[in-house]
């Protein structure tokens, strides 16, 4: 009695298949084009709104709006107040993110101590910080500064303790041991090994805080983007309001996009060549 084996199909590896897909099919399903469907989705969803409700401008008077705004020259000056209120609280942020990220990762009395008020900070909204600031500080810069550093500072914070508890404890204890002083264990052991922590905490920041601030810049006046678009909000032209709204969305998207992203990358590119 003869048996007869079927013959075995030899398994094609991932490079293989991947040589094998279309020229075509790859570009269909890479991550740009992936990018360029949600923004035609995006578009054409805006469309069919703006049809479908008379209050909801269009793209074309957005545009037209846009366009009316730089000629009158209010573009460049409120985004350029927008941005240094916005700096400022963002640099803040960090700075004292870090410090008591490192804290807390490194103190379990410290995270005792900070743990509540972080977790407080965490659950207060933007809008809340920006009408306390301008009942606080009134009109002007120092409440969208304290907006955009009360909303942002607590992501940075949790960021860069989890990075810090998670530096290897056996080499923590080698320094201890060794008594290397606390100074060059933080800035040659925990910071280093945390820099991808402190990027994703203040790429959280500037989002958060980006909303921080236009909320401030919105109830408190004082110029602005967020002022120019209470501005038109209050005169009933929807059409400029949207087209503010265009403007401060597409700037986050840009910098997150091509900024942020990319910071995120090359911080933790260690990760990655160690993958």
């Known amino acids: 009695m003869s048996t007869t084996m079927a013959p075995v199909k030899a398994r094609r590896s991932t490079t293989e298949?991947?040589?094998?897909?279309?020229?075509?099919?790859?570009?269909?399903?890479?991550?740009?084009?992936?990018?360029?469907?949600?923004?035609?989705?995006f578009f054409l969803f805006w469309v069919l709104i703006s049809w479908l409700f008379l209050r909801v401008p269009g793209p074309i008077e957005v545009v037209q709006r846009l366009v009316d705004e730089f000629s009158r020259g209010e573009v460049f000056g409120n985004f350029g107040k927008t941005l240094y209120r916005f700096g400022v609280?963002?640099?803040?942020?960090?700075?004292?993110?870090i410090a008591i990220g490192v804290v807390m990762g490194l103190s379990q009395l410290g995270r005792a101590f900070f743990e509540s008020p972080v977790l407080v900070g965490l659950s207060i909204p933007a809008i809340i910080w920006s009408f306390l600031t301008v009942m606080w500080f009134g009109f002007g810069d120092l409440s969208p500064?304290?907006?955009?550093?009360?909303?942002?500072?607590?992501?940075?914070?949790?960021?860069?303790?989890?990075?810090?508890?998670?530096?290897?404890?056996?080499l923590r204890d080698m320094s201890t041991t060794y008594n290397v002083p606390l100074s060059r264990r933080i800035k040659d052991l925990v910071l280093p090994a945390?820099?991808?922590?402190?990027?994703?905490?203040?790429?959280?920041?500037?989002?958060?805080?980006?909303?921080?601030?236009l909320l401030a810049e919105w109830f408190?006046?004082?110029?602005?983007?967020?002022?120019?678009?209470?501005?038109?909000?209050?005169?009933n032209r929807f059409g400029g309001f949207a087209a503010w709204v265009v403007l401060f969305v597409g700037f986050i998207v840009l910098l997150d996009r091509f900024v942020l992203d990319r910071m995120i990358q090359r911080a933790f590119r260690w990760r990655d060549a160690s993958a």
């Open 17 to 41: 298949k991947e040589q094998e897909t279309p020229a075509w099919q790859k570009r269909l399903t890479s991550d740009r084009a992936a990018r360029i469907a949600a923004l035609l989705s």
């Open 89 to 97: 609280g963002v640099a803040l942020a960090t700075v004292v993110g």
């Open 145 to 170: 500064i304290v907006t955009t550093f009360l909303t942002s500072v607590p992501f940075v914070i949790v960021n860069v303790a989890q990075g810090v508890r998670g530096v290897s404890r056996d």
């Open 194 to 213: 945390v820099t991808g922590y402190v990027a994703a905490g203040v790429r959280f920041a500037i989002i958060i805080g980006w909303n921080g601030v």
């Open 220 to 235: 408190g006046g004082g110029g602005g983007v967020g002022y120019r678009a209470r501005w038109w909000y209050d005169a």
